[in-house]
Nanobody, 125 residues
């Protein structure tokens, strides 16, 4: 069993920055890729970023590339999402998720088997 708890969301002005954290329980955290997704009201959940089990490879949605950075600290069982140059269209609930397989992560939510409760990010214009 894995539990994921996100933190760090909030309200920020356009152009500002936020840093999200996702703390994981369970000894298998360091074996799996992790991902961040977001869901805005009335929209489907969408892929934001993912990171391989050892942090050696990262993957980003085109919409956040160059602005967001995903990282992880396996000693702390934590994955991070640093978000810079935020825009109103980044407003959403952000979720971290554990990839279900021991392979390269995908962008598909159904391929992730454990999810956090989400943290709200609101960017004002």
């Amino acid at each position: 069993q894995v539990q994921l708890v996100e933190s760090g969301g909030g309200l920020v002005q356009a152009g500002g920055s936020l840093s999200l954290s996702c703390a994981a329980s369970g000894r298998t955290f360091s074996s799996y890729a992790m991902g961040w997704f977001r869901q805005a009201p009335g929209k489907e959940r969408e892929f934001v970023a993912a990171i391989s089990w050892n942090g050696g490879r990262t993957y980003y949605a085109d919409s956040v590339k160059g602005r967001f950075t995903i990282s992880r600290d396996n000693a702390k069982n934590t994955v991070y999402l640093q978000m810079n140059s935020l825009a109103p269209e980044d407003t959403a609930v952000y979720y971290c998720a554990k990839y279900a397989k021991l392979s390269t992560p995908t962008v598909t939510p159904r391929d992730y088997d454990y999810w956090g409760q989400g943290t709200q990010v609101t960017v004002s214009s």
